[in-house]
């Protein structure tokens, strides 16, 4: 057989003697039982490197459709270290569904066996939080995690940049950045702290005051040429410091319950912030004088758990995601609902929109283990949604 790849009719076995690996149509269509028997059956470095990311979510793959095993099989594949083999498995065609618009640009993870490897993401615990920036000369993502640390990768190697930035106060439960006096700065949000960082050091750079609880989310922004963070905590107050000098120089008002996302944007050349509620109301503030910007937006039914702004037609827009398993969008200028993503089963709590191709796009993540690509005028999903299985509970 040649290093071309084939199908056969049923999809369901393969017909070659020699270079299975080679077969990622088969490996991806193929009943898994027949799959596994052929695994140990060959030493040369290709079969043993498929071997290791076939066997890296053996436990799901018997149980789900082929386009689920094709989008498992590429992330165990980046995760190995051969994004090439990632790539050829993401193209692989599966009957009656289109080709996945989606690929694997990185992932963590060692040539080692997984089941011997420790969370590829260098945290003990669940990760609550994610943000990328540019530091010390490279793109890097930041991670926050319920073990208490925030941890830094290159984006380009997956390698951890340094040691963890600990010391918190309990859990981590969002982080974000903004550029303070020329350098990066990232703030994290914790149990009883609202904290600064350098990511280049990994130092703490200073508290912000007047935290008397658990702080679930974070927005930054340039306030009258000050950068700025903004966060809520369980007295309702969202606050607003100064982050050059670590001084409280603000506080949004008007609402009566508690923060549970912001994000923000310029709208008229003026900073605003956009909130999600525990009521499920949406906010508008400006934040230059820290007052509310019209109504709130009668927003989900439940808890509105996350925001993300856009330009959309050169109009502002906020995209809502809640508990209620829809997720929103509003101009912000009109101030109404202009429509609606819906396809989650369950409570939506991510949001974040970015530009593919030329093109605004949305991407969702659910409780029901699904991630979403929508595009955002036509108010449709785009392909399928990667699914991921349910963590084991340790």
């Given at each position: 057989?040649?290093?071309?790849?084939?199908?056969?009719?049923?999809?369901?076995?393969?017909?070659?003697?020699?270079?299975?690996?080679?077969?990622?149509?088969?490996?991806?269509?193929?009943?898994?039982?027949?799959?596994?028997?052929?695994?140990?059956?060959?030493?040369?470095?290709?079969?043993?490197?498929?071997?290791?990311?076939?066997?890296?979510?053996?436990?799901?793959?018997?149980?789900?459709?082929?386009?689920?095993?094709?989008?498992?099989?590429?992330?165990?594949?980046?995760?190995?270290?051969?994004?090439?083999?990632?790539?050829?498995?993401?193209?692989?065609?599966?009957?009656?569904?289109?080709?996945?618009?989606?690929?694997?640009?990185?992932?963590?993870?060692?040539?080692?066996?997984?089941?011997?490897?420790?969370?590829?993401?260098?945290?003990?615990?669940?990760?609550?939080?994610?943000?990328?920036?540019?530091?010390?000369?490279?793109?890097?993502?930041?991670?926050?995690?319920?073990?208490?640390?925030?941890?830094?990768?290159?984006?380009?190697?997956?390698?951890?940049?340094?040691?963890?930035?600990?010391?918190?106060?309990?859990?981590?439960?969002?982080?974000?950045?903004?550029?303070?006096?020329?350098?990066?700065?990232?703030?994290?949000?914790?149990?009883?702290?609202?904290?600064?960082?350098?990511?280049?050091?990994?130092?703490?750079?200073?508290?912000?005051?007047?935290?008397?609880?658990?702080?679930?989310?974070?927005?930054?922004?340039?306030?009258?040429?000050?950068?700025?963070?903004?966060?809520?905590?369980?007295?309702?107050?969202?606050?607003?410091?100064?982050?050059?000098?670590?001084?409280?120089?603000?506080?949004?008002?008007?609402?009566?319950?508690?923060?549970?996302?912001?994000?923000?944007?310029?709208?008229?050349?003026?900073?605003?912030?956009?909130?999600?509620?525990?009521?499920?109301?949406?906010?508008q503030w400006d934040l230059t004088t820290g007052q509310p910007v019209g109504e709130p937006l009668p927003g989900h039914d439940g808890e509105a758990w996350a925001v993300a702004t856009a330009v959309v037609g050169g109009r502002a827009h906020a995209i809502t995601a809640g508990h209620d398993a829809t997720v929103r969008v509003w101009d912000l200028v009109m101030g109404r609902e202009v429509g609606r993503l819906v396809g989650h089963e369950g409570t939506v709590s991510a949001v974040v929109t970015a530009?593919?191709?030329?093109?605004?796009?949305?991407?969702?993540?659910?409780?029901?283990?699904?991630?979403?690509?929508?595009?955002?005028?036509?108010?449709?999903?785009?392909?399928?949604?990667?699914?991921?299985?349910?963590?084991?509970?340790?």
């Amino acid at each position: 057989m040649s290093d071309d790849v084939h199908l056969t009719a049923s999809a369901s076995d393969w017909s070659g003697a020699e270079g299975w690996w080679t077969d990622l149509p088969w490996l991806v269509n193929a009943d898994p039982e027949r799959v596994l028997g052929l695994l140990a059956s060959d030493a040369d470095p290709g079969a043993r490197l498929m071997a290791a990311v076939y066997r890296a979510s053996v436990d799901v793959h018997r149980d789900v459709p082929p386009w689920v095993r094709r989008q498992l099989l590429a992330l165990d594949a980046a995760r190995y270290g051969d994004r090439e083999l990632s790539a050829r498995i993401a193209a692989v065609s599966v009957e009656d569904v289109d080709t996945e618009p989606w690929q694997v640009l990185w992932s963590t993870g060692a040539q080692s066996d997984p089941h011997a490897q420790m969370n590829p993401s260098g945290h003990t615990g669940g990760v609550d939080a994610v943000v990328t920036t540019f530091s010390d000369g490279r793109h890097v993502v930041v991670t926050g995690s319920k073990d208490q640390t925030v941890r830094v990768r290159d984006l380009e190697t997956g390698q951890q940049v340094g040691g963890p930035m600990s010391d918190f106060h309990g859990r981590v439960w969002a982080v974000a950045t903004e550029v303070v006096d020329g350098r990066p700065c990232v703030v994290t949000a914790s149990d009883w702290a609202v904290l600064a960082w350098d990511p280049a050091t990994r130092q703490q750079t200073g508290e912000l005051p007047g935290i008397n609880g658990q702080v679930w989310c974070l927005g930054t922004a340039v306030v009258q040429g000050r950068p700025c963070a903004l966060a809520s905590d369980d007295d309702v107050s969202v606050r607003v410091w100064d982050l050059a000098s670590g001084e409280q120089v603000g506080e949004l008002t008007g609402h009566d319950d508690f923060l549970m996302a912001i994000d923000t944007l310029v709208i008229d050349d003026r900073p605003h912030a956009v909130g999600c509620m525990s009521g499920g109301k949406v906010w508008q503030w400006d934040l230059t004088t820290g007052q509310p910007v019209g109504e709130p937006l009668p927003g989900h039914d439940g808890e509105a758990w996350a925001v993300a702004t856009a330009v959309v037609g050169g109009r502002a827009h906020a995209i809502t995601a809640g508990h209620d398993a829809t997720v929103r969008v509003w101009d912000l200028v009109m101030g109404r609902e202009v429509g609606r993503l819906v396809g989650h089963e369950g409570t939506v709590s991510a949001v974040v929109t970015a530009v593919i191709g030329g093109e605004l796009r949305v991407v969702t993540g659910g409780s029901d283990g699904t991630v979403c690509l929508w595009e955002l005028a036509a108010g449709r999903q785009i392909g399928r949604e990667l699914v991921f299985p349910a963590p084991a509970m340790r």
